[in-house]
């Protein structure tokens, strides 16, 4: 029990807002939610982290065919429990839960965003996240 909370404990605080970087000067892809960023590769809680919309963000940029990728393929936008909302420029994919505000275990995992493009183009950019 007591190695369970420890493990949680730390996911949480890899999931720790990030700041002085937000967005980065460099024009790289970023993650924010309710104003706050995320490194690449942060931990979500899906019950807890996602009540609100988790944002991939690449600025000076005009979406394409963005996509988020989850760990059983390319997320349809349109089905649940995961929803998505395109913004063309700066390209940006929100990625929230519709109606359970949870996954179901096997889709448990690592999620990217490819942006402004879709995964399979070489010259996307790509940030990954931890969702659980």
Do not use: H
Request: aromatic share 12%; glycine share 6%.
């Amino acid at each position: 029990m007591a190695g369970g909370l420890a493990a949680t404990a730390l996911l949480i605080l890899a999931a720790q807002a990030i700041s002085g970087n937000c967005p980065p000067s460099s024009g790289n892809i970023y993650l924010t939610q309710n104003g706050n960023c995320f490194s690449n590769g942060s931990y979500f809680l899906d019950n807890m982290s996602l009540d609100q919309p988790l944002s991939c963000i690449l600025p000076d940029s005009t979406l394409n065919d963005g996509e988020w990728f989850t760990p059983t393929g390319p997320n349809d936008c349109s089905a649940n429990p995961i929803r998505c909302i395109e913004q063309s420029s700066p390209a940006n994919l929100s990625l929230y839960f519709l109606q359970y505000n949870y996954l179901p275990p096997a889709d448990d995992g690592w999620f990217r965003c490819c942006l402004p493009d879709n995964c399979s183009n070489p010259s996307t950019k790509v940030i990954f996240a931890y969702i659980y």
